[in-house]
């Protein structure tokens, strides 16, 4: 087998299995999968979005940062306020979102692909937009997950002309079955194959950009374009049942939670039911306070290599809307990249096919208050693509979408793969819960005499009736140390989907 892909949509896969079929690598595929995402998942990641990939190969692993910094490098003042619009995941479940010009950061995925093609890549990128070009130009199916995702964020598009018009052409909104197409972009995704990331830093595409964002009261100005760079940094590695898990460094806080919780269940003992679950998600919460936020500003966390030797992920006085794309080649590289256009701003640029970020207005990004990340400074995220090497081999490539769930989402998966030794594709389908503001969510399925234990001890549990991308949305790919076959696993609450290239 050639590799296996795994993403939050069927299309956004098979764009990356093509490459395989053709002889690329994991990270040829992982890019060409994420430009084919920004035409078919668009609500949630595009050329106005941040992430970070982990790759895994030769004996290596590196996280290469390109996610969203906050601007102001030209000191241009705001000219209007975050907007603050409620998103529905049901009648349940609502999540504050702040949009609007003065949301959007410095967007870092032109700049992050290309580094990682420079880095890793084995294809030119001129071919790897073509699957990304097509789909934008000739346009693709809506179905039920980008349906039902743009039936939530319908509150932020409808706000601004651009994305109103995109997903709601002639005043009704797109509905499954009928056909998506995103012209704009198909032209800036073949700019981008031939120039690079060139014209979306210093050319015509960055005027454009910064004068429609300033003019519009947001704040993202010519320097803060010209000044972003793509970081590489060495993972923050923590011990899980025999395995290494290499995850995402500061100035991220996802990958830091993750290896804190991991590291904490090996302390609780030899399985992590749901109530080991709740307790080391309980501690890592208790760990985010301000002093946290700005700890992960420290020295070295802004150029260069992270230094993980002075984290200390054990120590007992510590106490107390988003796509993914995984790839492995029949090589054993493996790429695990996270991109995220947030909620999206709604500010769509006219005339670049770009849609921007609004990583300024995540609420839980920003807890010092909004506005008060300095310019140039990476905006922190939850977003965490993981590796887990068994004996330095990959075992499994994994990363999720879903705001603050991301991190949960991921350390269960990890915990189901990893110690139930489950498939990959059962280890993303099982129940998953959420513990955070002192409320246990659950989804069908948890242990009922596990919740009802949790209720005897103080904890309020909310019993979900089903299934939701509230609980993230995790795309896995996976290697048995065995035998060396290769699986993947889509998380059904996103719509993923496997793509495998014989």
């Known amino acids: 087998m050639k590799g296996v892909v795994a993403a939050g949509h069927p299309l956004t896969a098979e764009a990356g299995a093509g490459t395989l079929r053709e002889g690329g690598n994991a990270v040829d595929a ?18 106005g979005a941040g992430g970070y990939m982990m790759v895994h190969g030769g004996g290596e ?8 910094a906050a601007p102001g490098l030209d000191g241009t003042e705001r000219g209007t306020e975050l907007a603050a619009v409620p998103v529905h995941f049901d009648a349940e479940t609502v999540q504050t979102f702040y949009v609007g010009p003065a949301s959007c950061g410095v967007p870092g995925t032109p700049a992050g692909l290309v580094r990682a093609l420079e880095l890793f890549g084995s294809m030119p990128l001129e071919a790897l937009v073509g699957p990304a070009v097509r789909l934008a130009r000739q346009g693709a199916p809506v179905n039920a997950e980008q349906a039902y995702i743009l039936e939530i964020l319908a509150p932020i598009h409808d706000r601004l002309a651009g994305t109103r018009e995109l997903y709601a052409p002639g005043g009704r909104r797109l509905r499954v079955g009928e056909r998506f197409r995103f012209g704009e972009l198909a032209e800036a995704l073949e700019r981008y194959g031939a120039e690079g990331a060139e014209p979306f830093y210093r050319g015509e595409v960055a005027a454009a950009l910064t004068d429609f964002v300033v003019e519009s009261g947001g704040t993202v100005g010519r320097r803060d374009l010209a000044a972003y760079r793509a970081i590489e940094r060495r993972p923050i590695s923590a011990r899980f049942r025999g395995t290494e898990v290499l995850t995402n460094p500061p100035p991220s806080s996802g990958g830091i939670l993750i290896a804190y919780c991991l590291g904490l269940l090996e302390r609780l003992g030899e399985s992590s039911g749901p109530e080991q679950l709740v307790a080391a998600m309980g501690a890592a919460n208790d760990l985010r306070d301000l002093e946290f936020a700005e700890a992960l500003y420290g020295e070295g966390m802004e150029s260069g290599f992270l230094d993980p030797a002075g984290l200390d992920l054990a120590a007992a006085d510590l106490l107390g809307s988003t796509t993914h794309i995984s790839a492995l080649d029949g090589d054993g590289m ?11 701003s709604g500010v769509l640029v006219p005339g670049t096919g770009v849609i921007l970020n609004n990583m300024l207005g995540e609420e839980d990004l920003n807890p010092r208050g909004f506005h008060q990340i300095a310019p140039g400074r990476r ?20 990363g999720s979408a879903g705001s603050n769930r991301i991190r949960s989402a991921i350390l269960q998966t990890v915990v189901r793969a990893v110690e139930q030794r489950l498939p990959v594709a059962a280890a993303i389908e099982a129940p998953r819960l959420h513990f955070e503001q002192g409320v246990v969510q659950a989804e069908p399925g948890i242990d009922e005499a596990a919740l009802a234990r949790l209720e005897a001890r103080g904890a309020v549990v909310a019993r979900r009736p089903q299934i939701n991308l509230f609980f993230g949305g995790v795309q896995a790919v996976a290697r048995d140390p ?5 699986s993947g696993g889509g998380d059904p609450r996103r719509g993923g989907a496997v793509a495998y290239a014989d």
Request: hydrophobic fraction near 50%; charge should be negative; charged fraction near 15%.
């Open 482 to 486: 065995r035998s060396g076959d290769l």
């Open 379 to 398: 905006v922190p995220s939850m977003m965490a693509p993981t590796i887990v090497l068994r004996d330095g081999e990959i075992e499994l490539g994994v």
């Open 334 to 344: 493996c790429a695990s990249v996270t991109c995220s256009n947030g909620s999206g």
């Open 30 to 47: 992982a890019i060409a999968a994420v430009l084919a995402s920004f035409a078919v998942e668009s609500p949630l990641t595009g050329l």
């Open 61 to 68: 692993t590196t996280l290469i940062d390109f996610f969203v």
